[in-house]
Nanobody, 121 residues
Framework: QVHLVESGGGLVQAGGSLRLSCAAS????????MGWYRQTPGKQRELVAT???????NYADSVKGRFTISRDNAKNTVYLQMNSLKPEDTAVYYC???????????????WGQGTQVTVSS
């Protein structure tokens, strides 16, 4: 089994910062892309940022210049540094990873349980 566990969410004032972490554990052979998504009630889950094994990054336009995604491949961990937070960043943030559990297995998508980020105005 594979588990993704997020941490670092919470309540912060507008303009503040938070750092999210997500550690993958379990039966992991390799991890391809890792990323962060977010969801608010009544809306679809949306991409925030992704990073591949080599470090190439992709960001949603709404977070460019404010959020930074990084990863530690040795620790199977992905981070999201969120600066200059806005009330519209309030959401449940989920991490995701494309993981291969054996050398010949397919890549499967795994998700964390989500962590709440609330930005007050």
């Amino acid at each position: 089994q594979v588990h993704l566990v997020e941490s670092g969410g919470g309540l912060v004032q507008a303009g503040g910062s938070l750092r999210l972490s997500c550690a993958a554990s379990g039966s992991i052979f390799s991890i391809n892309a890792m990323g962060w998504y977010r969801q608010t009630p009544g809306k679809q889950r949306e991409l925030v940022a992704t990073i591949d094994y080599g470090g190439s990054r992709n960001y949603a336009d709404s977070v460019k210049g404010r959020f930074t995604i990084s990863r530690d491949n040795a620790k199977n961990t992905v981070y999201l540094q969120m600066n200059s937070l806005k009330p519209e960043d309030t959401a449940v943030y989920y991490c995701a990873a494309k993981i291969r559990v054996a050398p010949a297995s397919l890549l499967y998508d795994y998700w964390g349980q989500g962590t709440q980020v609330t930005v007050s105005s």
